[in-house]
C-alpha cells in the first residue's frame, strides 16, 4: 500500500464519521480506528524448499493483547473545579495544535473572547491534514490550555469555555 492510498484511506473514515475499518489482503491486514492506534499487521510470503528432514519447529509468536474498547471522541464534557459551569473542548483527534490558520495570521480565539456554536477555534493537524476544531457552544473562552505547535493526544483537554 503506498502512503497515497493510505491517505486517501484515512480521509475517507473522516469525511465519512467510520469509526474502524479492517483492510485485509494477502500481503497485509490493515486496522484502523479513528481515536486508537494503527496495527499493521504484514504475512510474508516465503517459498520453503522441499526438505529432506521436517524443519526444526519454531514456537509461534504470541497473539497481541486485545484491544481496549474505543471510545467515541468526547469532544467536550463538564470542566473541572477550577473553572465551574465551564465546557472543556478536547481534541477529537491526535495531532499538532495550531491557534492560528497560518504562521503569520492572528489565532482564531483568545482568551476572553466571545465564541459561537460551530465557530472555529483551533487547527490539529494529523498526517498532514489541517483539522477545523469547531465550539459545540456559544460563550466566552474562559482558558485555553495548549501551547501552539504542541502535540496533543486523543481526549486531551483544549480550551474551558463559560457557556452564555
Do not use: W
Amino acid at each position: 500500500m503506498t502512503p497515497k492510498e493510505l491517505k486517501q484511506i484515512l480521509q475517507a473514515l473522516v469525511e465519512h464519521g467510520v469509526n474502524e475499518l479492517t483492510l485485509e489482503t494477502p500481503d497485509y491486514k490493515l486496522t484502523v480506528r479513528r481515536g486508537g492506534e494503527v496495527q499493521v499487521v504484514s504475512v510474508p510470503q516465503v517459498q520453503v524448499p522441499m526438505l529432506a528432514a521436517p524443519p526444526p519447529e519454531v514456537p509461534a509468536p504470541t497473539p497481541p493483547a486485545p484491544a481496549a474498547p474505543v471510545e467515541k471522541p468526547q469532544v467536550q464534557t463538564e470542566a473541572p473545579d477550577d473553572c465551574p459551569g465551564c465546557v472543556e473542548v478536547r481534541a477529537p483527534i491526535v495531532g499538532t495544535f495550531y491557534r492560528a490558520p497560518a504562521p503569520d495570521a492572528p489565532p482564531y480565539v483568545k482568551e476572553g473572547d466571545r465564541v459561537e456554536k460551530g465557530q472555529v477555534l483551533c487547527i490539529i493537524e494529523a498526517m498532514k491534514l489541517m483539522n477545523e476544531i469547531e465550539s459545540e457552544v456559544s460563550g466566552i473562552v474562559k482558558k485555553i490550555l495548549v501551547e501552539n505547535g504542541e502535540p496533543v493526544e486523543y481526549g486531551q483537554p483544549l480550551f474551558l469555555i463559560q457557556p452564555v
